[in-house]
C-alpha cells in the first residue's frame, strides 16, 4: 500500500462512502425513482472525471471535463433522467455523450442507449471508460442536433448542452408520448420538458439551470460566441 501516496486519489471503500452520501443527497432533494438512486450508488462517477478532480466526484457539483466542457451535477442529471421517464428496454437519446457518466446511468437502467458527441478527444475518452466498465451504448461523433435519423423515433432524448431553441430534428424523432428533456436559453436558461402527442407536443419548465452551449455549425446559424 505504499504506493497510496503516488496514485491520484483515495481508497475505494471511500468513494463508496462518499458514493452513498450523494445518493442520500439525491434522495433528500427529492429523487423518488429507487431504480435511479441504485444506478447511481452502481456508477463510479469518479472513474469519468479527471483524476487531479476525483475526490470531489461525489459532491453535487458541475466539474470541468476538458474542452471548455463541463460535466453536470448529479441532480440535474438526476432530474432529467425522472423526467425523461427512462426505464428498461426504452429507446434513448442522450445528446452530449461528455464523459459518458450520464450514459452509464442511462445503460444502467436497462435503457437502450444512442449517445452523439461533438467533440472527438471526449467522444474517444467516453468510449475507452464506457467500454472498461462494459457498458453496452451506441456512440457517435457528429452533430446532435440532428438527430440520429436511422434509430429513430426515441422515447425519450436527453440534451446536454443549452440550444437557443429545441432543435426541429430532435423534435421529429421523438416516439407518440416520447419525452425530450432540453435546457434553453443562453444567459438565462431553463430546463425544459416537452412531450410529443401524436402531431402536438406539450412544454413544460422544469427548473433554473446553467448548461454549456450546444454547438451549432456556423453554416446552419450564427453560433454562439465562446463563453
Ligand atoms: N452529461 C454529460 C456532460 C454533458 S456536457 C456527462 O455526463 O459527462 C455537454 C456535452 O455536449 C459536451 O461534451 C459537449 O461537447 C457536447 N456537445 C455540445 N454541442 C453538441 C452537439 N451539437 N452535438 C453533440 N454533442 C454536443
Known amino acids: 500500500m505504499g504506493l497510496r501516496g503516488l496514485t491520484a486519489g483515495k481508497p475505494a471503500a471511500d468513494y463508496r462512502r462518499d458514493r452513498r452520501r450523494l445518493v442520500r443527497q439525491l434522495r433528500s432533494r427529492g429523487v423518488q425513482d429507487v431504480a435511479l438512486l ?13 483524476s487531479v478532480l476525483r475526490d470531489r466526484a461525489y459532491e453535487d457539483v458541475p466539474l470541468p471535463i476538458g474542452a471548455g466542457q463541463t460535466i453536470s451535477s448529479p441532480t440535474i442529471h438526476a432530474l432529467s433522467i425522472e423526467a425523461a421517464a427512462v426505464g428498461p428496454g426504452r429507446r434513448v437519446l442522450e445528446v452530449g455523450t461528455g464523459t459518458g457518466f450520464q450514459t452509464a446511468l442511462l445503460a444502467t437502467l436497462g435503457a437502450d442507449i444512442h449517445s452523439i458527441e461533438r467533440i472527438a478527444s471526449l467522444h474517444e475518452a467516453a468510449g475507452a ?12 461523433l457528429g452533430d446532435g442536433s440532428l438527430g440520429w435519423p436511422e434509430h429513430a423515433p426515441f422515447d425519450a432524448i436527453i440534451v446536454g448542452a443549452a440550444a437557443a431553441r429545441p432543435p426541429a430534428a430532435l423534435l421529429e424523432q421523438l416516439a407518440d408520448g416520447g419525452r425530450m428533456i432540453v435546457p434553453l436559453g443562453t444567459r438565462r436558461q431553463h430546463l425544459y420538458r416537452y412531450t410529443r402527442r401524436g402531431d402536438d407536443v406539450d412544454r413544460v419548465k422544469i427548473t433554473r439551470v446553467r448548461f454549456v452551449p450546444l454547438i451549432v455549425e456556423r453554416r446552419r446559424g450564427r453560433g454562439w460566441p465562446r463563453p
Open 38 to 50: 441504485d444506478a447511481f450508488d452502481r456508477v463510479p462517477r469518479h472513474l469519468f472525471v479527471s
Open 129 to 140: 471508460a464506457l467500454a472498461r466498465f462494459g457498458v453496452e451504448a451506441r456512440l457517435m
